[in-house]
Nanobody, 123 residues
Framework: HVQLVESGGGSARTGGSLRLSCVAS????????MAWFRQAPGKEREGLTA???????SYIPSVKGRFIISRDDDKNTLYLQMNDLKPDDTGMYYC??????????????????WGQGTQVTVS
């Protein structure tokens, strides 16, 4: 029974920082891809960044250089460090996972497991 539980969302000022966490349970340290998605008000859910089982990350251009994805497999935890936040970063942030040796910033349907989401508001 796989569960992903997110935390760390909240309100931040423009230029500020937040750190999101996603604690996973129900699977081991076998190969899997994990990612962060964002759904802004009135928009579709968008993949922002992904990290493979070896810790290699990928980013879309709008967050590259500001956001950092990382994983701690001993703690079964995925992180998203968000720096230099902008109002356009406002939205619901979701962590996602899929068991695979390959990893990519894909569509929501590419990922099997999802967290409940955590709200981020930047103003």
């Amino acid at each position: 029974h796989v569960q992903l539980v997110e935390s760390g969302g909240g309100s931040a000022r423009t230029g500020g920082s937040l750190r999101l966490s996603c604690v996973a349970s129900g699977f081991t340290r076998s190969s899997y891809c994990m990612a962060w998605f964002r759904q802004a008000p009135g928009k579709e859910r968008e993949g922002l960044t992904a990290i493979d089982s070896n810790g290699s990350p990928s980013y879309i251009p709008s967050v590259k250089g500001r956001f950092i994805i990382s994983r701690d497999d001993d703690k079964n935890t995925l992180y998203l460090q968000m720096n230099d936040l902008k109002p356009d970063d406002t939205g619901m942030y979701y962590c996602a996972a899929v068991g695979t040796d390959f990893c990519w910033i894909g569509m929501p349907r590419d990922f099997d497991y999802w967290g409940q989401g955590t709200q981020v508001t930047v103003s």
